[in-house]
């Protein structure tokens, strides 16, 4: 009995909803051999240069499901998440980042991505970006938005850092002012006023 069918028969036995779904999610494992991911992500770069979103997805989603190397999976679902926050689908985006992250916890952009889409759960990944080694301006205007994400946690300590090294590394002002604000409504807060 193959998966479909089993699928299919545990969604009959159960007769719930839950079993309806998992039959809905169900996809045929993609099959491709591990050389033939970098093809399926170089045809998914060229639909997108033609604007062709969702023929990009289709190719980055089956390159991100084949058997191969982690870094061109971790890239693929990267990439997807591109597009997906061109589409204004920021949820399914930041599942395909945190995906990315996963697969290669070095990528420095689904880092930065993750940090700057994923609200409350973005601080973690700002800083590993940072870690990872951005430098130059886009290191100044993720200080700046460390600094504004901190301060709207009560981290009012750890905000002062990061927008002390976004101003000396030139973030752009807007970002500094944004993050100044933020930093003095928490210090209002924090004291009670």
Same mark, same amino acid.
């Given at each position: 009995m193959n998966k479909l069918n089993l699928t299919l028969a545990l969604a009959l036995f159960f007769g719930g909803t839950t079993a309806a779904q998992a039959c809905a999610m169900y996809r045929r494992p993609v099959k491709l051999k591990p050389r033939a991911v970098a093809e399926v992500l170089q045809q998914g770069k060229r639909a997108e240069a033609r604007n062709q979103l #969702?023929?990009? +997805?289709?190719?980055? !989603? #089956?390159?991100?499901?084949?058997?191969?190397?982690?870094?061109?999976?971790?890239?693929?679902?990267?990439?997807a998440a591109r597009i997906h926050l061109k589409e204004g689908r920021t949820a399914r985006a930041v599942v395909r980042l945190r995906r990315a992250v996963a697969l290669d916890a070095g990528h420095v952009e689904a880092h930065v991505a993750l940090g700057l889409h994923a609200e409350a759960k973005g601080i973690p990944?700002? !800083?590993?970006?940072?870690?990872?080694? +951005?430098?130059?301006?886009?290191?100044? !205007?993720?200080?700046? +938005?460390?600094?504004l994400k901190l301060a709207k946690d009560g981290r009012v300590d750890d905000a002062r850092r990061h927008l002390a090294l976004a101003q000396e590394n030139g973030a752009p002002i807007q970002q500094v002012i944004a993050a100044e604000r933020a930093i003095a409504t928490a210090s209002t807060v924090a004291l009670g006023g």
């Open positions: #969702r023929t990009a +997805v289709r190719h980055y !989603e #089956r390159a991100m499901n084949a058997p191969g190397a982690a870094k061109q999976k971790a890239q693929a679902a990267f990439l990944h700002l !800083e590993t970006a940072l870690t990872l080694g +951005v430098d130059g301006p886009r290191a100044a !205007e993720l200080h700046a +938005v460390l600094a």
